[in-house]
């Protein structure tokens, strides 16, 4: 289990301008890390009230519980259990699944374990690309019927990281439009297609 601060910076593309960041690095012949996607919340979404997602991720040989809570701009608590396996999605939660800090952190916001259902899930293809400073990820995700296109960069300087974000773009000639978070892209779609049905 592993506690961190993590500070990232979320960019939205268009097909075309994740196709530019894909031939700038380079990755056209490199195949992506595939991940697939749980979320999980209450009826009445007390997570998502709290600022806060729990998700099971899973790898091709492995899985990871991963609570994160908003801080601040750009800021969120992340804490994770690895697992050195593939774990299906279990539609009821036990402190075995999901660790015992990610439990006693649920508790602490009052939340009961035992009403916390999958309710979304998707499939990101990642491509990575460290730098000085810190980690650059060009993520394809599918969702529903939808497929977005996103930069991430996660790093320990904010305001450096900007800079450099920003020089980057600039040097491909694609505009600065910060993303949010995946699961509130898909929860905004997900009440798009309720409402239009």
């Known amino acids: 289990m592993s506690r961190s601060i993590e500070k990232e910076i979320k960019i939205m593309l268009s ?24 979320y999980y919340d209450t009826k009445d979404a007390s997570l998502k009230q709290l600022q806060t997602a729990l998700r099971l991720r899973v790898f091709k040989d492995s899985s990871e ?9 750009l800021t969120s608590l ?3 259990k690895m697992i050195a396996s593939v774990q299906e999605a279990p539609t009821t939660l036990t402190p075995e699944f999901i660790g015992l800090e990610i439990c006693a952190f649920l508790e602490e916001m009052s939340i009961d374990i035992n009403r916390l259902k999958p309710t979304y899930e998707m499939t990101t293809y990642r491509w990575n690309q460290p730098v000085e400073y810190g980690l650059f990820a060009i993520d394809q995700t599918t969702y529903f019927d939808q497929t977005d296109y996103e930069l991430e960069l996660e790093t320990d300087n904010l305001e450096n990281g900007q800079k450099q974000i920003k020089i980057l773009l600039n040097k491909l000639d694609i505009p600065y439009v910060a993303a949010a978070k995946k699961i509130a892209r898909v929860s905004q779609y997900a009440q798009k297609v309720s409402e239009s049905n």
Do not use: C, Y
């Open 15 to 38: 097909h075309e301008n994740f196709q530019k960041l894909i031939n700038h690095f380079q990755f056209n012949d490199i195949n992506p890390l595939k991940q697939t996607n749980t």
């Open 65 to 73: 519980w991963t609570l994160k809570q908003t801080q601040a701009n």
């Open 78 to 80: 992340e804490i994770t």
